[in-house]
């Protein structure tokens, strides 16, 4: 029998606002306008699978890979909300999907870090981006910047232009879970380009885990505001970004606006009619 989901909202107090039925493909409106505390579930049949979620209408799908029977998303309120469109979340609308992915779509090469719907502390959803600093706390700065497909780096700040900021830390480290091993063959980085404000990094290392091996790779940082270009070809459940080289630059403000990470999930052993990617 096909795996299936369900989507609720919840108040603070936990109490269920709305629920779909269960199902491969839900929806769910909620017809009031969201409060603090309040969160979108999802309950999953059989955990260890991907699903697409949409956890807002305002937003683009993702594909994320789900490791409990129940996950949750905290409807983002005040300081959390800046790094949304004033439309996400907002009025008295709410429409809400989710649907089991088939493995065709699950293991097509497509970019494995992409996820808006990430926050910190997230458990059992991935990916999932974590740092060691991130300037003042603050959520224009936070890990999971990097991973919304926000690319607008003109500036700093809320929404558009929110980033990964180090805080003038040179020991900063991100790291990118991707929940299940993974054949990459590049990595891309987008550096915050507001010029003059900004610095900017000549250098970096990219290390993989959780594979066969643990590599780490040195890659060279341009000036640019367009992502960067790495080839590489590596398996791997975690990408890790660190020693980073600011230039000589005078500002001390470098930060990142995305990593994205492109290859294909690897598929576990008996799993049938599945093309792998190259």
């Known amino acids: 029998m096909r795996n299936q989901l369900s989507i609720k909202v919840y108040d603070s107090r936990g109490h269920t606002v ?25 309950e999953i049949e059989h ?17 994320v890979y789900v490791t409990e029977r129940s996950v949750s998303f905290p409807v983002p309120h ?16 709410h429409v809400t999907s989710a649907r089991i992915v088939d493995d065709r779509e699950a293991y097509a090469r497509r970019n494995l870090a992409f996820n808006p719907y990430g926050y910190a502390g997230a458990v059992g959803v991935y990916p999932h981006a974590s740092a060691n600093v991130e300037t003042r706390g603050e959520s224009v700065f936070a890990a999971r910047n990097t991973i919304d497909g926000i690319f607008a780096n003109a500036s700093h700040g809320e929404y558009p232009y929110q980033s990964w900021g180090i805080n003038r830390r040179s020991d900063a480290q991100l790291c990118l879970e991707l929940g299940v091993l993974c054949r990459i063959d590049e990595v891309r980085l987008t550096l915050r380009a507001d010029f003059p404000h900004d610095n900017y990094w000549t250098a970096a290392t990219l290390c993989f885990a959780g594979g066969a ?52 999930v690897i598929p576990e052993v008996g799993t049938e009619s599945v093309t792998r990617c190259n």
Request: charged fraction near 25%; include cysteine; glycine fraction near 6%.
């Open 78 to 93: 005040g300081e959390q909300k800046l790094v949304y469109s004033p439309k996400s979340f907002a009025g008295t609308k």
């Open 213 to 264: 091996e643990a590599s780490e790779e040195m890659v060279a940082l341009q000036k640019l505001a367009e992502p960067q270009v790495f080839p590489v070809d590596v398996e791997a459940r975690e990408v890790t970004i660190k020693d980073l080289v600011m230039s000589s630059e005078p500002s001390p403000f470098p930060a990142l606006t995305q990593i994205e990470v492109w290859g294909c």
């Open 47 to 63: 955990p260890g699978a991907f699903c697409e979620v949409r956890y807002d209408d305002s937003m683009p799908p993702a594909i």
């Open 18 to 42: 709305a629920a779909s039925a269960a199902g491969a493909f839900v929806n769910l409106v909620c017809s009031r306008e969201y409060q603090p505390g309040d969160r979108i579930g999802m």
